[in-house]
């Protein structure tokens, strides 16, 4: 194994000469988002913990109340989604 370098770039370069060109591709694709500003401020934002108010509750209570009594009338997900061009493989890449 070689001296580990002290200059972290240097050591870098040195692991990605180890290692497999699939596992290059990750880490090219980690690279890039924390390179990428949009990602880096998305992984950086703070959990959203605001509470629900009684006014959304009672709304989701009566959406609920609605589709239980018009079963069927709903829009299925995937097809709302669909609307935008979104399949939902894409809500989990």
Do not use: C, Y
Not at 3 to 16: G, S, V
Not at 34 to 43: N, S, W
Not at 57 to 72: D, I, K
Not at 77 to 92: M, Q, V
């Amino acid at each position: 194994m070689a001296t580990r370098a002290t200059n972290p770039k240097q050591e870098a370069h040195e692991l990605i000469e180890r290692i497999s060109t699939a596992q290059a591709s990750a880490v090219v694709t980690l690279i890039t988002s924390m390179l990428d500003p949009v990602d880096r401020a998305i992984a950086n934002a703070p959990f959203e913990d605001e509470e629900i108010s009684d006014e959304e509750n009672r709304a989701v209570a009566a959406s609920r109340a609605w589709l239980a009594e018009h079963p069927g009338d709903g829009i299925p997900h995937e097809e709302l989604l669909a609307e935008f061009g979104i399949k939902p493989e894409d809500l989990h890449s």
